[in-house]
Structure formats: structure tokens, C-alpha cells
């Protein structure tokens, strides 16, 4: 080897650290997304369930003669409608 040559570089290890960590990386990302949008679809679902309540409740208070709230139907569908 003369002085002005570099010194051999090890490719095939540098590169499987690197897709190691990208794969990691991404595992990462995708678990976060994932829980966030567990998070958002929880959060829905309560405030479906808020609704259903505070409909089945002013249903209870009308009279028989009385038309049921609109939005009332339109959750009461919803609620009964498969996920």
C-alpha cells in the first residue's frame, strides 16, 4: 500500500447498521401514528356514546305526541349501524 491510497472501507456492515435503523425508524413512526390515531377513534367513540346518552334522555323527556330531534335519529342510526 503507498501512503496516498485510503484504507479499505467495510460496506456491508455500515450498510445493515443503516437499514437496521431505518427499519427501527419506521417501526417508531408507524407506532406513533398508530397510538395517535387509536387516541382520535377513542375519543370519537366517547362523544358518540355522550350523545347517544343525552338523546336517549331527551327522548325519555318528550311526550308521546312530540317528533324526536333529528340529530337524535341520526345518532340513534349510527349508534345501531355495525362498526
Do not use: W
Request: charged share 20%; net charge negative; with cysteine.
Amino acid at each position: 500500500m503507498s501512503q496516498h491510497e485510503p484504507p479499505p472501507v467495510e460496506t456491508s456492515g455500515n450498510s445493515l447498521f443503516y437499514f437496521v435503523v431505518g427499519v427501527l425508524c419506521a417501526a417508531i413512526l408507524l407506532g406513533i401514528y398508530f397510538v395517535r390515531l387509536n387516541a382520535q377513534v377513542d375519543q370519537q367513540r366517547m362523544q358518540e356514546a355522550e350523545r347517544l346518552v343525552l338523546c336517549r334522555q331527551v327522548e325519555s323527556l318528550t311526550q308521546g305526541g312530540l317528533d324526536k330531534p333529528d340529530a337524535c335519529k341520526y345518532v340513534r342510526e349510527r349508534a345501531s349501524a355495525p362498526q
